[in-house]
């Protein structure tokens, strides 16, 4: 479709003239004798460009300009003047005009010139308005899923963290055990997930997982943790079905679970059952690393030891071990997102630090965590979480 130029001269043979040669270049054009036809005849037809004189009896041309600048921002005006107007075509510049020719025009090259680069320009600007909005557009959409996206892991947050387990609860009474927590985030929800529950009138348990990744798919998982984990509880309570007391049996079982739910994601986890009245741990390993650290009284050491992770292999095998609970003990379990906090050179080092943080039996997971510095500054790197479970003494 040709593109609509008005020329706006009050000399009817320079009009003629321009509309003339314009017409043979394949526009369609449309004339006026004076200022206030011409924007009369502009708001009617919309051009795609205005050619205008500066010099015209009545409306002059720089009226006309201040009009078209202000109510047709982005319709490109050429001003015309004589030989002698060059002071009027600086100003008319300055007022918004896109581009000037002199009159008379020995040479319409000139004039198709200008015509076709004021309306490319007009072009390139009315393409780049466009895909400006179209960002916006987008850009207030995304803003949109971003904040509904929010809503939703804040809720999502709410949600996991209902089911952690109170940060300190003693089992087996007042020279019992106690279980502390403390769990840090790299982002809104977990991928670490921390449990102590009782089992029946003789048996705590308790366990942490680290599920792989990070995000809303990763702390899916941990949900369904905490459902497959109570599932066994209430077989026990219901059924008599002990495998809730057999930490192997469990991570067996949970290796099942995760690989027929094609979920993607497996997790660590280390799993333990305490009988307080016969002071006895049951525990089972399922890749949890660093090893979880047991202090008696006197020294430290590493338990559990190498296994495979829950949830990627079909063959995984556990073994349940035991041991007798001295008079002072403890144990703390730190996830994996610790060693990329610690400053130690080496994973010894840090392996070695975190066994001299747990020589003790005094502090809980808050004092831990509090040492670790884990409760200042930005969120980690990755998911850190804090398990300990200590003899009371009076």
């Known amino acids: 479709m040709a593109e609509n130029i008005l020329i706006i001269d009050d000399e009817a043979a320079v009009r003629d003239l321009f509309a003339f040669y314009l017409k043979r270049l394949g526009y369609t054009v449309f004339t006026a004798a004076d200022g206030r036809s011409g924007l009369d005849l502009c708001r009617d037809i919309d051009p795609a460009l205005v050619l205008c004189d500066l010099r015209m009896p009545g409306m002059d041309g720089l009226e006309v300009l201040a009009v078209l600048t202000q109510d047709f921002p982005e319709t490109p005006v050429i001003v015309v003047s004589g030989m002698g107007g060059f002071a009027d075509a600086i100003q008319a510049l300055k007022l918004g005009a896109w581009d000037y020719v002199t009159k008379p025009i020995e040479d319409f090259a000139i004039l198709e010139h200008a015509v076709g680069k004021a309306l490319e320009r007009a072009r390139l600007r009315a393409e780049n308005r466009r895909y400006r909005e179209h960002l916006e557009l987008v850009n207030g959409q995304l803003e949109r899923s971003l904040r509904k996206l929010q809503e939703d892991e804040t809720a999502g947050r709410n949600i996991q963290f209902r089911l952690l387990p109170d940060e300190h609860v003693v089992f087996g009474g007042r020279d019992g055990y106690e279980c502390s927590r403390h769990l840090q985030t790299s982002a809104i929800l977990s991928g670490d997930f921390v449990d102590y ?46 495998t809730i007391l057999d930490p192997a049996a469990v991570l067996a079982g949970l290796n099942r679970d995760i690989l027929d739910g094609g979920h993607g994601k497996y997790l660590t986890m280390f799993y333990g059952v305490l009988n307080p009245r016969q002071a006895r741990l049951d525990f089972a390993n399922g890749g949890q690393f660093p090893f979880p650290i047991l202090y008696d009284g006197e020294t430290t050491r590493a338990i559990g030891g190498k296994s495979p992770p829950v949830g990627m292999f079909e063959s995984a095998e556990y073994r349940t071990q035991s041991l007798d ?61 804090v398990l300990s479970l200590r003899r009371l003494v009076h």
Do not use: W
Not at 208 to 226: E, N, Q, Y
Not at 326 to 343: A, K, M, Q, R, Y
């Open 197 to 242: 529950f009782d089992i029946d009138d003789e048996h705590f348990g308790f366990y942490m997982a680290d599920v792989s990744g990070h995000g809303v798919s990763s702390a899916f998982i941990t949900v369904l943790l905490k459902s497959y984990m109570g599932r066994y509880v209430e077989r026990n309570r219901q059924h008599g079905d002990r």
């Open 325 to 385: 609970i001295p008079d002072v003990f403890g144990i703390s379990v730190f996830s994996d997102g610790i060693l990329e906090t610690l400053p130690q050179s080496g994973l010894s080092a840090k392996q070695d630090y975190l066994h001299a943080l747990a020589c003790g039996s005094e502090q809980d997971a808050s004092t831990l965590a509090r040492t670790l510095k884990l409760d200042q500054g930005m969120p980690p790197p990755d998911d850190i979480s």
